[in-house]
């Protein structure tokens, strides 16, 4: 509480060779103003909501007998889908590059929910290769395309060079700079 000290010399006496009094001093006792300080740091602690963690879920594939058949996939049942500059998208099915294709962002839901209606749900793989040239962004874009589309079984590869030359022929060729 707040306190005054009142204890000073006497009477108030005007005029000459008169000494003057002391001021009064006052003194204040912030113990009670600590103790709100840390009663409504609790308070606000207790009745925010803590923000959720906002992670997408992976699915790990089981552990087997024979490591090396563990990520065999049907060729059919593929479709690799690389990132390039400027947002553009390449991709194809099965296991040869040459049929190389080019969409945008747009175009790419159609794309993937086309292979998955043709292919069996069991063996459907989507494989995902970002070049040097993708951004960040684009990846993010990507995977959250996979988990709006449904996808249960996709993979994120290093692009090959085979792979990365095509992209960057397709790319002069459409003139992408």
């Not at 509480?1 to 912030?30: I, Q």
């Not at 794309?111 to 960040?136: C, H, M, N, S």
């Not at 395309?145 to 022929?169: C, G, H, N, T």
Request: aromatic share 6%; no cysteine.
């Amino acid at each position: 509480m707040a306190e005054m000290d009142t204890s000073s010399g006497g009477g108030h006496k005007k005029g000459p060779g008169v000494k003057k009094g002391k001021k009064l001093s006052t003194r204040v006792d912030l113990t009670p103003m600590v103790d709100l300080g840390f009663l409504l740091i609790t308070f606000f602690i207790f009745t925010t909501t803590m923000s959720q963690p906002t992670a997408m879920p992976l699915n790990l594939p089981k552990d087997v007998d024979k490591p090396d058949e563990q990520n065999k996939v049907k060729e059919s049942a593929v479709l690799t889908i690389m990132l390039g500059k400027n947002n553009q998208i390449y991709y194809y099915e099965g296991m040869d590059p040459t049929k190389l294709q080019s969409t945008s962002f747009k175009g790419v839901r159609d794309i993937v929910l086309d292979k998955k209606r043709r292919t069996d749900p069991a063996d459907f793989v989507v494989i995902l290769k970002p070049d040097q040239d993708a951004t960040y962004g684009d990846v993010v874009n990507i995977v959250d395309e996979m988990k709006i589309d449904d996808v249960k079984r996709f993979a994120q590869v290093d692009i090959s060079p085979m792979e990365y030359s095509l992209v960057q022929r397709t790319e002069q060729a459409n003139g992408i700079h």
